[in-house]
């Protein structure tokens, strides 16, 4: 059964909470986006498993050098997984995974920007990540003429786990799962709905009959 991840692309903890006490019922996994990371720091983190400890945390640090030392201190605040550049080097992504192992966590790979995300994502799963997110990020969705069917292709071809993050919506999403996608992303589709708790129990009903 693929699981429902919402990424929080708000600015403060205090909306972040917010968000993330409407929809727990019905996502898996409680993404912090890189714009709130960066304008709380890594309190916000802590804030959130403190108040959701059945849910997995995902700290999207899109970290692209210090790999150990930047996946250690999102895993200290009580991160479940982090993300790691897909453009950024191999020693980055396996020194990320050192610092899961001694955790027990896990490391996603980001391949936002990447011009071949399935060879990227077939190759960093060697290293012993998690999982590789086929993502096309806010700016690319801006763009005349994006399509998230690039990334549902993707998935059906890729042969590792992946997860989708790129425009899910509850008109696409059973398309994402039934490409194979383990982990379905929606943000603004939660986010930026009038009830996001009807749009994530929506998205999760979606979700389980495909």
């Not at 849910?55 to 996946?71: H, P, S, W």
Request: aromatic share 4%.
């Amino acid at each position: 059964m693929a699981k429902l991840q919402v990424a929080i692309d708000l600015l403060t903890t205090k909306e972040a909470l917010a968000l993330a006490a409407k929809v727990a019922p019905y996502v898996d996994i409680i993404e912090l986006g890189t714009p709130l990371i960066k304008n709380m720091g890594s309190t916000v983190i802590t804030a959130m498993k403190n108040a959701h400890p059945d849910k997995l945390v995902f700290a999207d640090l899109k970290t692209a050098d210090a790999g150990e030392l930047e996946a250690d201190i999102a895993f200290k605040a009580g991160a479940d997984l982090v993300t790691v550049m897909g453009a950024a080097g191999n020693a980055t992504i396996i020194g990320a995974v050192k610092a899961a192992k001694a955790h027990n966590k896990g490391v996603v790979v980001d391949t936002i920007g990447y011009p071949d995300r399935v060879k990227r994502a077939q190759e960093v799963t060697a290293l012993g990540v998690e999982f590789v997110e086929l993502h096309a990020g806010l700016d690319e969705q801006w763009t005349a003429g994006y399509s998230i069917q690039v990334l549902i292709d993707e998935a059906a071809k890729v042969g590792v786990p992946v997860s989708v993050a790129g425009g899910v919506n509850i008109d696409n999403v059973a398309a994402v799962v039934k490409a194979g996608a383990i982990v379905v992303v929606a943000g603004a589709a939660i986010y930026g709905a009038e009830d996001p708790a009807a749009a994530a129990k929506a998205l999760r009903e979606a979700i389980d009959a495909a």
